[in-house]
């Protein structure tokens, strides 16, 4: 069964940078087609915040290329987002993400609080 746990997560100051990583148990994360982290805001959708592929390749929506970075560690069976330059907008529970064929699993979330 594959469980994704995400940690993390935390309170940090505007300008600020988090790292929020997500280790996949239950299967290598090198099976899955791609991997991603989204984000929800309370009384918001949740949204996109990046994804990886299996062959590596990532995508960011616009607001936030630049600032994240989506990476992956096959060794340690992780994905992680690296955050800086962190705003109060950026205020949500951060989700990982795991897709292969029509299998969806997502991890429990942690919380990410930017002060301002």
């Known amino acids: 069964q594959v469980q994704l746990v995400e940690s993390g997560g935390g309170l940090v100051q505007a300008g600020g940078s988090l790292r929020v990583s997500c280790v996949a148990s239950g299967r290598s994360i090198f099976t899955f087609d791609v991997m991603g982290w989204y984000r929800q805001a309370p009384g918001n959708q949740r949204e996109l915040v990046a994804t990886?592929?299996?062959?590596?390749?990532?995508n960011y929506p616009d607001s936030l290329k630049g600032r994240f970075t989506i990476s992956k560690d096959l060794v340690k069976n992780t994905v992680s987002l690296q955050m800086n330059s962190l705003k109060p907008d950026d205020t949500a529970v951060y989700y990982c993400?795991?897709?292969?064929?029509?299998?969806?699993?997502w991890g429990q979330g942690t919380q990410v609080t930017v002060s301002s």
């Open positions: 990886i592929t299996r062959d590596g390749r990532t």
């Open positions: 993400n795991a897709k292969q064929w029509s299998n969806n699993y």
